[in-house]
């Protein structure tokens, strides 16, 4: 997008300029208005608009902290094109703690939204129709959810080749092949032409250094990649491409202890956990059903019978 004239929420952002807008989400019973901070740097030179997302889900709060250092180190301030930052995207599930909105909703299921429906639906319509067509890139960092970890991964559609291009150019240590979900965020953006990578790392209210570093770099490496920023792009070790996946589930109800880390290599029938009583009654083995890398894991010490505990790669290169 040529943005030599850039307007935003009925502002305009002039050439070199930085500016904070607000999105009105919704008023409150107090007839107090609740917004969500808009930071907006725009170069002298025309050039691509990125939008970086944090916090769609209220309780990811790894996604909030990549795009909160993103903008502590002025890496959003661009040599050419515009950086939209939203570090709390959810503001209602960033202030409880929680993934949904207090209408109860999935915020990622509710795109496009309308302007009738549910609380959740309106804001989704509202983001859809004042900020989502000004964009031509997004980066949208997430965190596991419901007591699962993710290891630091890329998700993409592989056919898509501008994606997945920037799939490789990000960084992450594994590339997962992955559809579009029905009224996500994801696949709004995609329906509107635009280029989105969803980045997944961590769990769930909890902060982890490594998982930042790897969001943090990888949106520096896009931006350059771009020509928003100056500089090389820094890949270490090529990434573990994952075409086809699918989640190992627990054998029995019970206590569960991983024998393995995320992000692991391991070979069929390898014993990577144990489902337990807590009489000293039976121990089971989970055997991996062939040989995978394991990308996310569950974290809780207890499990029911059939409850995901290991996301393994079916299919890779």
């Not at 943090?216 to 075409?243: D, F, R, S, W, Y």
């Not at 206590?255 to 956990?273: D, H, R």
Request: glycine letters at 8%.
């Amino acid at each position: 997008m040529s943005d030599s004239k850039f307007i935003l929420l009925g502002q305009e952002i002039k050439k070199g300029k930085r500016t904070v807008l607000d999105l009105d989400v919704a008023r409150l019973h107090t007839r107090n208005s609740l917004r969500i901070p808009i930071i907006v740097e725009r170069s002298l030179h025309d050039g691509p608009v990125l939008l970086l997302l944090g916090g769609v889900h209220g309780d990811e709060t790894n996604g909030v902290a990549i795009v909160r250092e993103i903008i502590r180190k002025k890496y959003n301030k661009p040599k050419r094109g515009t950086v939209i930052c939203i570090p709390v995207f959810n503001i209602f599930g960033y202030l409880n703690q929680s993934r949904e909105f207090p209408d109860g909703r999935d915020l990622n299921r509710m795109f496009p939204g309308t302007a009738s429906g549910s609380l959740a639906s309106q804001f989704a319509h509202k983001f859809s129709k004042e900020i989502a067509p000004f964009v031509d890139y997004v980066l949208d960092f997430h965190t596991g959810s419901a007591g699962r970890e993710n290891f630091s991964n890329v998700r993409c559609v592989l056919k898509q080749t501008e994606s997945f291009e920037l799939a490789k150019v990000f960084g992450a240590p594994y590339i997962v092949n992955s559809t579009y979900i029905p009224k996500s965020i994801r696949e709004s953006f995609n329906k509107k032409g635009k280029t989105i990578l969803l980045f997944e790392g961590g769990k769930a209210l909890e902060l982890d250094q490594s998982v930042i570093d790897c969001g943090v770099n990888g949106a520096m490496n896009i931006m350059k990649h771009l020509g928003m920023q100056e500089g090389e792009v820094k890949v270490g070790k090529a990434p573990t491409i994952i075409e086809k996946s699918k989640w190992l589930r627990a054998p029995d109800s019970g206590m569960f202890k991983s024998l393995v880390k995320n992000g692991s290599q391991v070979k069929y029938k390898e014993v990577i956990a144990k489902v337990f009583d807590p009489f000293g009654e039976f121990e089971k083995n989970v055997l991996a059903p062939f040989d995978c890398y394991i990308f996310g894991m569950n974290t809780s010490p207890i499990v029911y019978k059939g409850d995901a505990i290991f996301h393994v790669s079916e299919e890779t290169k």
